[in-house]
């Protein structure tokens, strides 16, 4: 069965510190994808990342890195130096090959203290 | 380009009422998904629909029902409202051969009193 867990439910950090948000996976597929998304106060989920399980690559973008690791079945979200602007709550996600629904994790809500 | 728009924004009813909540999809998306969101949790997929039809469905009672029109926008209709049907509905819509990334529009909030 599909499942993703974010183990952390609140993080809070001081801005400009660097934050790293845990996301673990299960699926039965050897084809799926992965997605990272942002959910401000106002509810909209903002579409972060997409990363297909045949791509270990890690990325970068600006402020935002990502590290997929297949033999640990995780896809964690590092945020560095983080901006207030920054605080929401984050979701990790997977769809597998046999079907169009996303499995969410819980979130994790990330408070970015002044 | 207009993205995922949905309406209304909130809406209360009464336990027993019938609701319908709408959503266009993003320019040139022909795929919608609905989700239901309850407060502190992560969204749960409720339905999608492709060329008119529901082409799967999550663990939802028939309650929640839907409909998918010629310009791709979508309903969802929830009959009977139960005081756990309080939640944010999310809309998601998929590009034409695109079927992983879903775009998600800014939600229904929903209060069941």
């Known amino acids: 069965a599909q499942k993703v867990t974010q183990a952390q439910t609140e993080i809070s950090v001081v801005e400009k510190e660097d934050v790293t948000l845990d996301c673990v996976y299960e699926?039965?597929?050897?084809?799926?994808?992965l997605f990272w998304y942002k959910q401000p106060p106002s509810g909209e989920l903002v579409f972060l990342i997409r990363r297909n399980s045949f791509d270990e690559q890690n990325e970068i973008s600006g402020r935002y890195s990502w590290n997929f690791q297949k033999s640990t079945s995780s896809f964690n979200f590092t945020i560095t130096a983080s901006q207030v602007v920054d605080s929401a709550v984050y979701f990790c996600?997977?769809?597998?090959?046999?079907?169009?629904?996303?499995?969410f994790g819980k979130g994790t809500r990330l408070h970015i203290l002044p | 380009d207009a993205g995922v728009t949905q309406s209304p924004t909130h809406l209360i009813k009464t336990r027993g009422q019938q609701v319908t909540l709408r959503c266009s999809p993003k320019?040139?998306?022909?795929?919608v998904s609905w989700y239901q969101q309850a407060l502190g949790q992560g969204p749960q997929f409720i339905f999608q629909?492709?060329?008119?039809?529901?082409?799967q469905r999550g663990n939802f009672p028939d309650r929640f029902s839907g409909h998918q029109f010629p310009n791709y926008s979508s309903e969802l209709n929830v009959n009977a409202l139960l005081l756990g049907d309080s939640a944010l509905y999310l809309c998601?819509?998929?590009?034409?051969?695109?079927?992983?990334?879903?775009?998600f529009g800014p939600g229904t909030r929903l209060l069941v009193l």
């Open positions: 320019s040139g998306h022909d795929t």
């Open positions: 996600a997977l769809i597998d090959d046999r079907d169009d629904k996303i499995i």
């Open positions: 998601a819509s998929i590009g034409i051969g695109q079927q992983e990334t879903q775009y």
């Open positions: 629909y492709y060329e008119e039809e529901e082409r």
């Open positions: 699926t039965r597929d050897t084809t799926y994808y």
